[in-house]
């Protein structure tokens, strides 16, 4: 099957890369970087994030009262995959991964729960500048002295 791949500007794929390391980030702060299973730390939540390099995939996988080994004791409560470089277009790319992160984030210890509603309002207020900024050097180009 020849599926067309999409093309990414430099800011889109440094957007994207950035929302997969904060994926990324959730899951390690969900876990901790101890062993996560049932037997080591009980029900506590347990995040598996992989990124498939052969394909520009992420995969995110949470088991909300813990993983095991054993299937009968735990059940995916939360599986995800997002292609990067599928032709979605940046715009859907972004809300895929910003949803993803919003699902992670739903399994963070409480006490960090704070600390993320601040973040995610830093970054709220960030993108709004972005936008701006964008929208400041569209409306206004700047031209080169040296032509």
């Not at 990324?24 to 598996?48: H, S, W, Y």
């Not at 995939?57 to 599986?79: E, H, L, M, P």
């Not at 919003?102 to 600390?115: G, K, V």
């Amino acid at each position: 099957m020849n599926e067309k791949k999409a093309t990414f500007t430099p800011y889109e794929v440094d957007t994207i890369k950035n929302l997969v390391w904060h994926i990324l980030f959730a899951c390690l702060t969900v876990n901790g970087i101890e062993d996560r299973t049932q037997e080591e730390t009980g029900n506590k939540p347990t995040a598996m994030f992989s990124y498939s390099g052969h394909c520009g995939a992420i995969n995110v996988q949470i088991y909300r009262d813990g993983w095991s080994s054993d299937d009968s004791k735990c059940r995916v409560t939360y599986d995800n995959t997002v292609w990067l470089d599928a032709d979605y277009g940046f715009e859907t790319v972004v809300d895929l991964l910003e949803q993803m992160h919003r699902d992670c984030c739903r399994y963070l210890p409480e006490e960090i729960e704070a600390e993320t509603a601040l973040y995610n309002e830093i970054e709220a207020k960030r993108a709004e500048l972005n936008e701006l900024t964008e929208k400041y050097c569209r409306r206004f180009p700047t031209h080169d002295n040296n032509s």
